[in-house]
């Protein structure tokens, strides 16, 4: 008996063409390159020029991951956009998406989790996917983190980046093994008792604003090895597979010493672990689908290549998937 599996047909980035590099942070504010590396791993960043949105960031990734599909924009049916930095409060910012690819059919919508926010996309897009209800999905991380930092506060304006990354995924019948490609398993986890220690201070309902991202750094650092582990383990409980069956972790670009100690408590070999946070910064929803990207694209992930994906952000939210490439 076969069973549908959500498919990844292609993938695309795009990163604005401005980049700040720590020096340049540095000549600013008080802190050094040697501060931000240590700390975190990251040398540089991209961030969107005047004028360029996020949904222009969000249009130029589809179209790259389309291309790689070998797709026409017209065979999607289904864009979910994860973005905590949309064009405007209403309409969601998957529209303007939807319209600049020129399609005038299906669904499209945004949908926020943070950090997690591709992964949240993922599993829903799948799940729409595998009920019958859509055909082929574009799903989408960008953000323009750039515009809601308090570029005075050096704990949080040295982390953040702008970007985009997507994948198109279509409905295939599968043998129904481990072995099938596409999605496997996806596992999302929340828990608001933990907003204090990464939020933004404004919002329509409340300050009428857009605010400022504030963070807790320690608190958050804290919690994060063991709330992404727990739901990788759930991973490999549901598929019977376990890390030394990865072929590829591509987690959440936020730090990397998160990333390393992760990585190090499930037994995943440093060789196996995809990183651009040295290059990109945190962008938030378009962190991991930026690294997917990069690794497609130099040829690392290969058809048929087991790939991890995990990620933690303010909420908190957390999540993992599991995908055969």
Request: hydrophobic share 45%; net charge neutral.
């Amino acid at each position: 008996m076969t069973v549908k599996r959500s498919v990844v047909l292609g993938c695309g980035s795009y990163l604005p063409q401005k980049v700040l590099t720590n020096a340049e942070l540095a000549a600013r504010i008080d802190t050094s390159d040697e501060w931000i590396v240590q700390r975190t791993g990251i040398r540089e960043r991209h961030i969107a020029a005047e004028g360029e949105f996020t949904s222009h960031l969000a249009i130029n990734a589809a179209r790259a991951a389309l291309e790689h599909a070998g797709l026409h924009a017209q065979a999607i049916d289904l864009i979910v956009l994860a973005t905590s930095t949309p064009d405007n409060t209403f309409p969601a910012t998957a529209v303007a998406v939807q319209n600049g690819l020129g399609i005038h059919h299906g669904a499209a919508f945004d949908l926020q989790a943070v950090c997690s926010g591709f992964v949240f996309a993922l599993a829903t897009a799948d799940n729409f996917l595998r009920s019958g209800a859509y055909k082929r999905a574009l799903v989408i991380g960008a953000e323009t983190f750039s515009r809601i930092l308090d570029w005075n506060d050096r704990g949080t304006c040295v982390l953040f980046g702008d970007g985009a990354g997507a994948v198109v995924l279509e409905a295939q019948d599968q043998p129904g093994s481990s072995s099938d490609r596409g999605v496997l398993t996806t596992h999302l986890r929340s828990d608001g008792r933990h907003k204090a220690k990464l939020f933004v201070d404004g919002g329509p309902s409340t300050t009428q604003t857009v605010g400022h991202l504030r963070m807790e750094g320690r608190e958050v650092f804290k919690h994060a090895v063991g709330m992404i582990t727990d739901v990788i383990v759930d991973a490999f409980n549901a598929t019977g597979m376990t890390a030394e069956d990865i072929d590829w972790f591509i987690p959440h670009q936020a730090n990397k010493r998160i990333i390393d100690a992760s990585a190090h408590k499930l037994h995943i070999a440093p060789q196996k672990v995809v990183l651009t946070v040295d290059q990109h910064g945190n962008t938030s929803a378009a962190s991991i689908p930026l690294a997917l990207a990069s690794a497609v694209k130099d040829g690392r992930v290969k058809k048929g290549d087991l790939v991890l994906f995990e990620a933690m952000g303010g909420g908190f939210t957390w999540g993992s998937a599991l995908v055969r490439w």
